[in-house]
């Protein structure tokens, strides 16, 4: 006789009698919580009867995959190797507990005992005593269960833990092999036989089982179980580290050779937090060794090998300041010309580099690099979309409607691209296409969930276009998948020095940012006519796009619209208003597009060359309650 833990939830009480009846009519004692005496500590009572159970029956119902008390009790048999999981009503049950092999109960009606019944009462037969050490299960004591809480993601993180425990028997994910080629096999194991080590490798291989859409190529997972006559082409090694709680991670070829590694040892993240750090970082080393090793574009040798990956894994998480990337993607393309994924990554990268270098300063001969690389790309691949990206930013002072083509041909030759959805994105932001930004924007971060930097991306989209609460929403989801990361870190002081608390997020900086970022702090802390009038005096000493987005902003959000047109209309640089054009489309500056005088500014920059040229007129424009008609003020200006 086996005691059984029966979780559900309270809205399916009445199909639940009908397996409590079965389960005893075949010797087995059931613990379900009806039956609990008032008064009782109902969660002590649980966790006592979790611990007793031989067996963990859990019945999945559209209304229990919504509950965190059954997940909890769920994810307790499953860790240990006693869950067994049934659904009631034909529902699949929630992430993390797919792998395992559900009976389908959803036409029983209580009556007779169908081939499905029976398969339950064997399951829970196989975990009677003799081959458990447990202890009865307590008495029953009465107390309703409690309202399911709010769902932690805790609860969400541990909904991904290891299925592989059972049996010790090895996890098979299996992708479709791609035209016939080789299934490439992932072996995941823990470098020791400490326990927290174990549990790391089985749960990121539940994790990288649940992540396999964002995959590039065709692959099988196992565990540490797997033959040895099947050696895996890929091992990811797992190790706790013991002195700070955080862990190691290591990714190793056929031939065991050290591919990458990084530890997670950041006092600040939890536990549930690093475990999800550790299956998206892995994933994305792993989409890269893929790709790598499909042979698509020729392999690379062993040392080059090392540097895509490291390059290719750190280009998600770096943030805008590429620089650091230039160099070893250019060592891979040198030594691997025709292996297009490292020249995808080195033209991307060489944008952000000139573009970053550009605002600040530095980099003498970034562009002329960048150009050069561009043009090797496309001497080995004509329509190389990247190419078009770095023709943008290389490009000496386009018009508006030249940067928009160029990001348009980009789009048109690859229309899947994220990286070049997320510049179609910013390119839409600079000319008052909010709508089309978001939706380029959320399309990039779909195609690519494992990168941070476009999932960042479009917490900025969202918030510049006056989104704030699903902004703040994608920022809560980034800072758990992927904490610590400085692209994330970089978005968070974006969302609080425009939105939150301004002088929070002054103060988190840590360090002067220079005197035009001091002068701009003072003139949005105390917005006072001698902190403006020392920000505008500094910025029109130091003219570059930088400092004039600082006063559009300051001055936009003080509303003060007369001194704002007052300085863009004497501005002696097109090239820096033109360049700061995102900034006019963001939620402080509404005040000011509803004077004429903008439409005088957007014209001077361009924008309304391109609004006519191209018919895509900015959102702005369809306001009913805007003063101006956008159209007929266009063409007075450019009769």
């Known amino acids: 006789m086996a005691s059984v833990f029966l979780s559900y939830d309270r809205d399916d009480a009445d199909k639940v009698r009908a397996f409590v009846r079965a389960l005893e009519e075949a010797g087995h004692s059931v613990w379900w919580d009806l039956h609990v005496r008032g008064g009782a500590q109902f969660g002590k009572v649980i966790e006592e009867a979790l611990k007793a159970a031989d067996a963990v029956v859990v019945l999945w119902s559209r209304n229990s995959i919504e509950s965190a008390w059954v997940k909890d009790e769920a994810a307790v048999g499953r860790d240990t190797g006693r869950l067994i999981p049934v659904t009631i009503d034909g529902t699949e049950p929630p992430l993390g507990f797919r792998q395992f092999q559900t009976i389908d109960l959803s036409r029983w009606t209580g009556r007779r005992k169908p081939t499905e019944l029976n398969a339950l009462l064997a399951a829970v037969q196989t975990l009677e005593p003799g081959q458990s050490d447990r202890s009865p299960i307590p008495p ?9 809480p709010r769902r932690s993601w805790f609860v969400i993180a541990a909904g991904l833990a290891v299925a592989a425990a059972i049996a010790g028997a090895a996890l098979l994910v299996l992708f479709p092999s791609w035209g016939g080629k080789k299934i490439a096999t992932v072996a995941v194991r823990s470098v020791d036989s400490n326990p927290a080590s174990d549990a790391l490798s089985r749960d990121l291989l ?15 997972l196992v565990n540490s179980s797997v033959n040895a006559s099947d050696r895996p082409d890929f091992v990811f090694q797992t190790a706790a580290l013991a002195d700070n709680g955080g862990a190691s991670l290591l990714l190793a070829d056929a031939g065991d050779e050290v591919l990458w590694s990084k530890q997670f040892d950041d006092p600040k993240t939890s536990a549930a937090d690093r475990r999800q750090q550790i299956a998206y970082t892995a994933a994305r080393v792993l989409r890269c060794a893929l790709q790598e090793s499909s042979g698509e574009y020729g392999r690379l040798q062993s040392d080059t090998r090392q540097v895509f990956l490291d390059a290719c894994a750190a280009s998600a998480e770096i943030g805008w300041d590429t620089r650091l990337l230039v160099a070893p993607l250019r060592k891979v393309t040198q030594a ?29 001969g970034l562009s002329e690099a960048a150009r050069q690389d561009s043009a090797r790309a496309r001497s080995l691949f004509p329509k190389m979309a990247e190419a078009s990206i770095v023709d943008l930013y290389t490009m000496a002072n386009p018009s508006l409607t030249q940067a928009a083509n160029l990001v348009e041909r980009a789009k048109l030759q690859d229309p899947d691209n994220p990286a070049i959805l997320n510049e179609h994105a910013i390119m839409m932001m600079s000319v008052g296409r909010l709508s089309d930004a978001i939706e380029d924007a959320q399309r990039a971060a779909n195609l690519d969930p494992l990168s941070p930097t476009l999932r960042t991306a479009l917490i900025r989209t969202l918030a510049y276009a006056g989104q704030i609460d699903p902004a703040r929403e994608e920022l809560d989801r980034a800072k758990r998948l992927w904490p610590g990361t400085e692209t994330v870190r970089q978005a968070e002081f974006s969302i609080e020095f ?23 702090a003072a003139a949005r802390l105390r917005p006072n006519d001698t902190n403006v009038a020392r920000l505008i005096d500094f910025a029109s000493k130091h003219r570059d796009s930088d400092h004039l987005s600082w006063i559009i902003q300051a001055l936009g959000e003080m509303n003060r619209v007369d001194r704002l047109y007052d300085v863009l209309q004497s501005w002696p640089l097109e090239r820096d208003l033109k360049q700061g054009s995102y900034v006019f489309f963001r939620p402080w500056l509404a005040k000011a597009r509803r004077d004429p005088r903008f439409m005088i500014v957007a014209k001077r920059v361009g924008l309304v060359d391109y609004w006519q040229q191209s018919g895509k007129w900015p959102d702005f424009c369809g306001d009913s309650q805007l003063p101006y008609d956008c159209k007929k003020e266009a063409a007075k200006l450019s009769a």
């Open 498 to 520: 425009r939105y939150g608390d301004f002088q929070r997020a002054v103060r988190e900086v840590g360090e002067t940012q220079g005197p035009g970022y001091d002068l701009y």
């Open 206 to 220: 539940v994790q990288l089982g649940e992540l396999r859409p964002a995959m590039a190529g065709s692959m099988r």
């Open 336 to 364: 691997a010309p025709k292996f297009r994924p490292a020249w995808a990554l080195l033209l991307i990268a060489d944008s952000n580099a000139v573009s970053f270098a550009g605002t600040n300063g530095s980099g003498i």
């Open 140 to 148: 029953p004591q009465v107390v309703p269960r409690p309202a399911a």
